[in-house]
């Protein structure tokens, strides 16, 4: 029977790992191969996985199929059930908690959405998010649970402007 790959990313590893895995593999199944590739959310036998942008954990023992993980799915590996996401802006700051799956992208259109700042469509477009007490702006499509720093499951962001670079005259 012809196996699956999943692209995976945990606690600790923002680069995309690929894991190939029999087509009726278990979630479980999919954290001992994280653990055999280092992965220390799933090496201290108290992991959670979750589809990419999910809030909710899966069950261990389903499929991958069953779990909704296809073949070139994204999956997160986490100690962490939840990241409390905190977001300032202007003097005030926001929380939420997401999965750890959950991509920047998500959560600055959580940001900059209704449900927070709700800022206007070409002001939300130019700004980003940045993590806070540093310069770091990750790529949207980076996992917030990647962001976080043991042994809390915390992350703060600052919504900054991007730097627009204009031509001399």
Do not use: Y
């Amino acid at each position: 029977m012809a196996g699956i790959q999943v692209f995976i990313q945990g606690e600790g590893v923002r680069e995309i790992r690929v894991l190939e895995l029999p087509a009726q593999a278990t979630v479980r199944d999919l954290v001992a191969a994280a653990a055999a590739q280092g992965f220390p959310a799933a090496a201290d036998g108290k992991p959670a996985v979750f589809v990419e942008d999910a809030d909710d954990a899966l069950p261990l023992g389903a499929t991958l199929a069953a779990a909704g993980i296809h073949d070139q799915g994204s999956v997160h590996v986490h100690r962490c059930k939840k990241v409390a996401v905190t977001v300032h802006f202007n003097g005030v700051e926001k929380s939420q908690a997401f999965g750890p799956g959950v991509t920047v992208h998500r959560v600055k259109q959580w940001a900059v959405g209704k449900k927070a700042f709700d800022l206007a469509p070409v002001d939300a477009a130019e700004h980003v998010l940045q993590v806070t007490g540093g310069t770091e702006r990750p790529d949207e499509d980076v996992h917030v649970g990647t962001l976080v720093q043991s042994p809390t499951c915390a992350l703060a962001f600052d919504l900054v402007a991007k730097v627009r670079v204009e031509g001399q005259p």
